[in-house]
Nanobody, 115 residues
Framework: QVQLVESGGGLVQAGGSLRLSCAAS????????ITWFRQAPGKEREIVAS????????RYADSVKGRFTISRDNAKNTVYLQMNSLKPEDTAVYYC????????WGQGTQVTVSS
């Protein structure tokens, strides 16, 4: 079974950058379409970005388009989220999973953007 571990979060000033990683165990990870989600305090979990199995198709929430870039390295069983021009409203716990949340959720990684 695939297990997910998110990392790379932290505290950054507005305008700064972070690179999140989603590392997976299991040989079938490369078969999954992967989505980054985020959940801010008191809010529902929302989709941030998605990437196809081969990495050639990506989609982004309007709120992050032009600032975030999702990518994957199937040889390393890892999906990345490069986040630039961060805003305070990007503050949330970030998770990765397949689009339907079918993989057991990891612990997430906290991103805090100060103004």
């Amino acid at each position: 079974q695939v297990q997910l571990v998110e990392s790379g979060g932290g505290l950054v000033q507005a305008g700064g950058s972070l690179r999140l990683s989603c590392a997976a165990s299991g040989r079938t990870f490369s078969m999954y379409y992967i989505t980054w989600f985020r959940q801010a305090p008191g809010k529902e979990r929302e989709i941030v970005a998605s990437i196809s199995v081969s990495g050639d198709v990506t989609r982004y929430a309007d709120s992050v388009k032009g600032r975030f870039t999702i990518s994957r390295d199937n040889a390393k069983n890892t999906v990345y989220l490069q986040m630039n021009s961060l805003k305070p409203e990007d503050t949330a716990v970030y998770y990765c999973n397949d689009p339907y949340g079918q993989i057991p959720w990891g612990q997430g990684t906290q991103v805090t953007v100060s103004s």
